[in-house]
């Protein structure tokens, strides 16, 4: 490793903008299951496939359909 290094010319990410963020959600723990058995189907990690999830309901502008109790 170098003991310095030059930044000058370094550019700006152009995907920063399009990273995650990191948040704090209570899900409950069948949710949790339900993702978690799907991400051994299919590879993927469960929390991507909540957010694959949550991101195709807003780009189809899914709306919820429920009851109070």
Request: proline share 1%; net charge positive; hydrophobic share 35%.
């Amino acid at each position: 490793m170098r003991k310095e290094y030059d930044f000058s010319k370094a550019e700006k990410n152009p995907y920063a903008k399009k990273l995650k963020k990191q948040i704090t959600i209570r899900l409950d723990e069948d949710a949790i299951s339900y993702f978690k058995v799907l991400a051994l189907k299919t590879g993927l990690t469960y929390q991507n496939l909540i957010n694959l999830y949550l991101k195709d309901c807003a780009v189809s502008h899914r709306k919820l359909s429920f009851k109070w109790q």
